[in-house]
């Protein structure tokens, strides 16, 4: 074996990986949270903002800084509203959960 | 700052997150696993802030994102929770959208081409992949929005070779894609993205309203994997790894979803049911019989019995009930009765979402049991009180093989010993099924709205 290992092959062993590891916690979660479950993970997917900063990283300003800008706006919606309201839903169950 | 550094951070974010989904395996510890994932999204923006070099406009872009968020996640009402989840989802769509958009119009500032070079043809695929799924979850999601907050019919929307026009339109996407692959210009990009636009509006219109739990599990999975296609797009392991845990906890959902209703996901997928096809099958003409009864009854029989379990439905949130049944058990308890409450994976409008809205209503978190824990406890129950629910109690699914219920997994209230059912009127639940339920010799009917009626049970409790 020689040369490097292309970047969609790095990519692919994090996804796979990532997936199981997803797959394992995600079925240990209780019922009972499954709505702030979807919240948070809606808050996660939130990360789209990373991209997102990316393409709104270069000096000049072009079509592709302003994509870049609004999608920070749009994905800063998900991150905090998604955080937010799972906090929000947790408190409740935490009132009396003793 | 160096590479090693940022990916290090976002080893670090990325580590926060599995601990976030891990928390939520029981409620003591899910406040702090929330707190580790708003500890690892910081992680991540500031890291990435430090490498761009609009830091005002960014930080702008996420002030005006962010305070929009934080007003909705305030304001929300818990039984809105189903359609703010989908106009979410529908954002992370949009986002993957355009920003795959921008990496296309300069790949060289991402790092995914040398200056002057094209794309490289694996991004291509990569980028074609993130952006049709994207954009389906960014118009699919919206079209669930508006179905769960009442602005569209819930009604499946079907017409003649619909399953062959997306098929084309499938087709076709994939053809701009292969298109767009041979030379990347924007005229394929852009087909392939309209295409996959008006793709996600084929695919959830026909979608009815009761398969919506699936519906919104499922673009919960779309979302994450419109992330992690990105990621593959700019080589970026955080997107990767946090779409994927998204990803994955959407399918898982959808599958738990699916298995409640006993529905094949591919089934749903292509729509049907939930709208009424399937009404009146079991109407043999023959005039059945049901007792009635007021709420004194109800009371009377609930008040003497040693043991009571509560079935809600969604019915019992959109009387905004919840808190009335607080007070109701309350005052049983208060007499010496065991109250607990019996959920159905699909009461409620997502998955959860009945234990949510009981939370709300500050119902202790031991009171409320799990369809599979409960089942073997009604025989042995004097009343169940069903409140707003409907199919989830059929006896059909269990004994009735050309019902199309038949083998959805159902709360056997039955076998309690009498059975209190608080509806409006006879008329039948989202299957638009009859349910034998209500003709049972054990069963008493209580006509009228929940929120009224619990109220009434409880001035004949006092």
Known sequence: MSGVVDPFVMNLTVF????????????????????PLMAVTNAVSGIIIVGAMLAAKPEEMDVGTILGLVAV???AVNVFGGFLVTQRMLSMFKKKGK | MSANFVYLAYLVAAVLFILTLKGLSSPMTSRRGNMFGMIGMAIAVLTTLSLTHNVGLIVLAIMVGGTVGSVVARRVEMTQMPEMVAAMHSLVGLAAVLVAMAAFNNPVAYGIALPGEMLHSSNRIELFIGTFVGAITFTGSIIAFLKLSARLSGKPLRFAGQHWL???LGISMLGFGIAFFLSPSW??????TAIALLLGVLLIMPIGGADMPVVISMLNSYSGWAAAGIGFTLNNNMLIIAGSLVGSSGAILSYIMCRAMNRAFLNVILGGFGGGEAAAASDDGVQ?????????????LMGNADSVIIVPGYGLAVARAQHAIKEMSNALTSKGVKVRYAIHPVAGRMPGHMNVLLAEAEVPYEQVVEMDEINNEFADTDVVLVIGANDVVNPAAKNDKSSPI?????????????VLVVKRSMATG???LDNDLFYMDKTMMVFGDAKKVVEDVIKALA
């Open chain 1, 16 to 35: 796979v990986l990532a997936i199981f590891i997803g797959y394992h916690v995600v079925w240990n979660v209780t019922p009972a949270l499954h709505t």
């Open chain 1, 73 to 75: 706006a749009l994905a």
């Open chain 2, 166 to 168: 997306n098929l084309g």
């Open chain 2, 187 to 192: 005229t394929p990009f852009l087909i392939m």
């Open chain 2, 288 to 300: 059945k019989t049901y007792r009635s009864g007021s709420a004194d009854d109800a009371a009377f």
């Open chain 2, 406 to 418: 038949y083998g959805m997994p159902i709360l056997e209230v039955h076998k309690a010993r009498t």
């Open chain 2, 430 to 432: 989202y299957a638009g």
